[in-house]
C-alpha cells in the first residue's frame, strides 16, 4: 500500500494549488464593458426640468444590443437636455465610445446641437445636479458630426463650470477647438479618452491624437481628479454601440497577483498576494 502517501501527497498539493488565485500577465489588459448591449443597468439619468431616473419621452433606450438617444416621443426639444450617467467614478483611466448620428435634429433644438453630443467626464454625480440644472460640472469631450458639405472639426473641449490649461495658458472660454477631423454622415466613429486625474487628459478619434490638455479644474481652480462619466442628448438622435473602460489605478506592486504593467496610478489597498 505504498501508493498510499503518494495519493495523500498529491491531493495536499492539489488542494494548496486550487487555493491559490492564478497570476495572469501584467500586460494583459482588463477592460469593463459600461455597457451590456440588453438594458441600462448601471446607468443613471437626468434631464432637465425632471427627476433623477425619470426618463421623459424615453429618450434613452435600448434597442437592437445599441444604446439610443431619441426623441420620437417629444413634439419640441424645450432644452430638454439629457444626460446619462454611468454610476461609478474614475480617475484615471481610457474609456472607448463607439457612436454615430443619425438622422434629423428634433425640431426646437438649437443650431450649434446638430449632430452634437458629448462625453462629460470628471462630472459631478447625477444625483447632485438641480431640477432645471441643463449640464453637470464637468469637462466635456465634444462629439460632432459634419452636415456634408463644410468642415466641422470633431473631439473639441468644452467646459461648463470648468477650466483647462492648454499649451501651458489657462483657457476660460467654454469650448476650445480641438482642429480634429470632420466626419460626415451617419458613419460609426470610435472616440477615446485619456485621463490622468489632474494632470494629462488626450482626445482620440479612431486611433488619431486630436487634442490635449493639462490641469482639469473648477473655474475657483480646484483641481478635478476624477469624477463620473456621462454621455450627452442634445437634440441629435445618436446611437451608441459600445462603451468601455480600462482603469489605470490599481496594485503597481509587481509581487502581487493582481500587478499590471500598464497602471500609472497606484492603489495599495487593491493588491492581492494570496
Not at 492539489?14 to 501584467?26: D, H, I, L
Not at 431619441?70 to 457612436?99: A, K, W
Request: with cysteine; net charge negative.
Amino acid at each position: 500500500m505504498r501508493f498510499l502517501p503518494l495519493l495523500f501527497l498529491s491531493i495536499v498539493l492539489f488542494s494548496s494549488c486550487a487555493q491559490t488565485e492564478p497570476k495572469t500577465s501584467s500586460d494583459t489588459e482588463e477592460w469593463i464593458d459600461l455597457f451590456n448591449g440588453n438594458n441600462l443597468d448601471g446607468w443613471d439619468l437626468k434631464i432637465t426640468g425632471y427627476e433623477l431616473n425619470e426618463n421623459f419621452g424615453n429618450t434613452f433606450r435600448v434597442e437592437d444590443g445599441l444604446m439610443k438617444v431619441r426623441y420620437d416621443e417629444y413634439e419640441t426639444f424645450e432644452n430638454r437636455y439629457g444626460h446619462i450617467f454611468y454610476e461609478q467614478p474614475f480617475s484615471y483611466y481610457r474609456l472607448e465610445v463607439e457612436y454615430r448620428f443619425v438622422g434629423e435634429q428634433t425640431e426646437g433644438g438649437a443650431g450649434w446641437a446638430f449632430r452634437n453630443n458629448g462625453i462629460m467626464f470628471h462630472s459631478q454625480p447625477a444625483q447632485t445636479m438641480n431640477l432645471d440644472q441643463d449640464f453637470p460640472v464637468s469637462i466635456e469631450f465634444q462629439l460632432v458630426g459634419g452636415d456634408g458639405e463644410n468642415d466641422r472639426p470633431n473631439g473639441s473641449v468644452c467646459t461648463p463650470g470648468t477650466h483647462v490649461v492648454v499649451d501651458g495658458e489657462l483657457r476660460t472660454e467654454h469650448c476650445i477647438n480641438s482642429g480634429g477631423p470632420t466626419h460626415h454622415g451617419d458613419q460609426w466613429v470610435t472616440a477615446e479618452l485619456v485621463a490622468y486625474g489632474d494632470s494629462l487628459i488626450q482626445h482620440k478619434l479612431n486611433g488619431e491624437l486630436v487634442m490635449e490638455y493639462t490641469n482639469p479644474q473648477l473655474e475657483n481652480g480646484d483641481p478635478l481628479t476624477g469624477g463620473y462619466i456621462a454621455l450627452q442628448a442634445e437634440s441629435h438622435p445618436t446611437d451608441i454601440r459600445s462603451v468601455r473602460l480600462l482603469n489605470l489605478s490599481g496594485c503597481m506592486d509587481e509581487g502581487a497577483l493582481n500587478y499590471k504593467r500598464y497602471y500609472v496610478s497606484h492603489s495599495a489597498e487593491e493588491c492581492r498576494y494570496n
